[in-house]
C-alpha cells in the first residue's frame, strides 16, 4: 500500500523561487531550457557542475548568469599553466606590524565559485579544488577554514583534444555532480541572439533574483524530499551496472550513488513532487555517472562512449514496479 505525505509548505515557494531564477538565466542563454534546469538541479542538489564543449557557445555566460541570478559572493578563477594551488585556497603572508602570518582568503571563499577552461591549469593546481568541493573546507599550513553555504563550483572546459589542455583527474570528475555540453544553438536561437546580444551584452542587465537565504531555504526544502526504498535500491542497481559493464574499465562509485540521489530530490522538487520516481533517476544517469566513466579499449575501438553505455544500462535495468509514493 502506498504511502502518502503532504507537500512541504515550502515546496510551493521552491518551484516559484527556481522559475525566476531560470527565467533570468535564460535572458541571457536563449533555447538551452534543459541546460539551466539542469544547472538549477545542480545548485539544490548542493553540488558542483561541469560544463564542457567547444570554446564559444556560452559555457562561462551561463555560469555567469547563475552567478548574478543570485545575490551571493561569487568570485571568477582564470584557468591557466601558471596558476598555483595558492592562487586558488588563499594563502597565508607575515604581518610586519603584527609580526604574526595571516590568512590571506583566495577566490574559493565565495558562495558561487566560477572556474574558467579548467583544465588548462596543471593537476597540482586541479587537485587544489578537491577539499573545497567534498568537505566544504580549506587548510592551510595546518589550518582549516569552513566555506560558507551554499557553495557550488561551476567549472568550464575545453574538449581535450584541443591544444593546451591537460586532463582531469579521475577524484576530481568524481567531485562534479554533473556534466553536461552546452551544444551549438538552433537557428532561431542564433539568429535572437544576434539581436539581443548584438548592442550590448544581456548579462549587464541582469538583477538578482534571489537572496542567499533563499537558496538555503530551498536546499533544506530539497534535503525533505522523500525517497523510497525501492527507488533507493534502484538507484544502487543503476550504479552497480556500470561496474560490471564489459564496456567501461572503471565503473561509478558510491559518492556517484550519493550524489545521483541528492540531483533526483532536486529534479522531483523542480517538478513540484515531494518524492522521487524512477523517472528522476533515468533523467540524471547520463550527466551524472557518464563523466565517471572509463571505457574499456574494446569500446574505445568500437567508438561507444560513456554517454552511450549508460544510456543502454538505464535500459536493461530493472524499474521498480510500484515505488512508494
Same mark, same amino acid.
Given at each position: 500500500?502506498?504511502?502518502?505525505?503532504?507537500?512541504?509548505?515550502? @515546496?510551493?515557494?521552491?518551484?516559484?523561487?527556481?522559475?525566476?531564477?531560470?527565467?533570468?538565466?535564460?535572458?541571457?542563454?536563449?533555447?538551452?531550457?534543459?541546460?539551466?534546469?539542469? =544547472?538549477?538541479?545542480? @545548485?539544490?542538489?548542493?553540488?558542483?557542475?561541469?560544463?564542457?564543449?567547444?570554446?564559444?557557445?556560452?559555457? /562561462?555566460? &551561463?555560469?555567469?548568469?547563475?552567478?548574478?541570478?543570485?545575490?551571493?559572493?561569487?568570485?571568477?578563477?582564470?584557468?591557466?599553466?601558471?596558476?598555483?594551488?595558492?592562487?586558488?585556497?588563499?594563502?597565508?603572508?607575515?604581518?610586519?606590524?603584527?609580526?604574526?602570518?595571516?590568512?590571506? *582568503?583566495?577566490?574559493?571563499?565565495?558562495? +558561487?565559485?566560477?572556474?574558467?577552461?579548467?583544465?588548462?591549469?596543471?593537476?597540482?593546481?586541479?587537485?587544489? &579544488?578537491?577539499?573545497?568541493?567534498?568537505?566544504?573546507?580549506? /587548510?592551510?599550513?595546518?589550518?582549516?577554514?569552513?566555506?560558507?553555504?551554499?557553495?557550488?563550483?561551476?567549472?568550464?572546459?575545453?574538449?581535450?583534444?584541443?591544444?593546451?589542455?591537460?586532463?582531469?583527474?579521475?577524484?576530481?570528475?568524481?567531485?562534479?555532480?554533473?556534466?553536461?555540453?552546452?551544444?551549438?544553438?538552433?537557428? %532561431?536561437?542564433?539568429?535572437?541572439? @544576434? $539581436?539581443?546580444?548584438?548592442?550590448?551584452?544581456?548579462?549587464?542587465?541582469?538583477? *538578482?533574483?534571489?537572496?542567499?537565504?533563499?537558496?538555503?531555504?530551498? +536546499?533544506?526544502?530539497?534535503?525533505?524530499?522523500?525517497? %523510497?526504498?525501492?527507488?533507493?535500491?534502484?538507484?544502487?542497481?543503476?550504479? =552497480?551496472?556500470?561496474? /560490471?559493464?564489459?564496456?567501461?574499465?572503471?565503473?561509478?562509485? *558510491?559518492? %556517484? /550513488?550519493?550524489?545521483?540521489?541528492?540531483?533526483?530530490?532536486?529534479?522531483?522538487?523542480?517538478?513540484?513532487? $515531494?518524492?522521487?520516481?524512477?523517472?528522476?533517476?533515468?533523467?540524471?544517469?547520463?550527466?551524472?555517472?557518464?563523466?565517471?566513466?572509463? *571505457?574499456?579499449?574494446?569500446?574505445?575501438?568500437?567508438?561507444?562512449?560513456?554517454?552511450?553505455?549508460?544510456?543502454?544500462?538505464?535500459?536493461?535495468?530493472?524499474?521498480?514496479?510500484?515505488?512508494?509514493?
Amino acid at each position: 500500500m502506498a504511502v502518502t505525505h503532504d507537500v512541504p509548505p515550502r @515546496l510551493d515557494e521552491l518551484v516559484v523561487t527556481a522559475q525566476r531564477i531560470h527565467q533570468a538565466i535564460e535572458s541571457v542563454i536563449e533555447g538551452k531550457g534543459d541546460v539551466v534546469r539542469l =544547472t538549477l538541479t545542480v @545548485l539544490l542538489a548542493e553540488g558542483h557542475l561541469l560544463i564542457e564543449d567547444v570554446p564559444g557557445v556560452g559555457k /562561462t555566460m &551561463l555560469a555567469k548568469a547563475l552567478a548574478r541570478s543570485i545575490d551571493c559572493p561569487v568570485r571568477r578563477i582564470q584557468f591557466t599553466p601558471d596558476l598555483l594551488p595558492s592562487d586558488i585556497t588563499g594563502v597565508s603572508a607575515y604581518n610586519q606590524q603584527t609580526r604574526e602570518f595571516e590568512f590571506k *582568503p583566495g577566490p574559493v571563499f565565495a558562495n +558561487i565559485v566560477v572556474g574558467d577552461e579548467i583544465n588548462r591549469a596543471s593537476p597540482k593546481t586541479q587537485s587544489a &579544488l578537491l577539499e573545497c568541493m567534498e568537505e566544504r573546507q580549506v /587548510t592551510v599550513d595546518g589550518s582549516t577554514y569552513v566555506l560558507d553555504g551554499p557553495f557550488m563550483v561551476i567549472a568550464t572546459q575545453n574538449p581535450i583534444e584541443m591544444e593546451g589542455t591537460y586532463p582531469l583527474p579521475e577524484a576530481q570528475r568524481d567531485r562534479f555532480t554533473a556534466r553536461i555540453a552546452m551544444g551549438y544553438p538552433e537557428a %532561431s536561437a542564433e539568429l535572437e541572439m @544576434l $539581436d539581443v546580444h548584438g548592442a550590448a551584452s544581456p548579462l549587464d542587465k541582469l538583477e *538578482p533574483v534571489a537572496t542567499t537565504a533563499e537558496v538555503r531555504a530551498l +536546499i533544506d526544502a530539497v534535503r525533505a524530499v522523500y525517497v %523510497s526504498q525501492p527507488v533507493k535500491k534502484y538507484a544502487v542497481d543503476l550504479v =552497480t551496472a556500470t561496474r /560490471t559493464s564489459p564496456d567501461l574499465r572503471l565503473g561509478a562509485s *558510491p559518492r %556517484s /550513488t550519493l550524489q545521483l540521489v541528492r540531483a533526483a530530490r532536486a529534479h522531483a522538487a523542480l517538478s513540484g513532487r $515531494d518524492y522521487v520516481i524512477p523517472d528522476d533517476l533515468q533523467e540524471l544517469s547520463v550527466p551524472v555517472l557518464a563523466h565517471r566513466l572509463l *571505457p574499456s579499449v574494446e569500446a574505445q575501438g568500437q567508438r561507444r562512449m560513456p554517454e552511450q553505455v549508460v544510456a543502454e544500462l538505464v535500459r536493461r535495468v530493472p524499474v521498480p514496479e510500484a515505488p512508494a509514493k
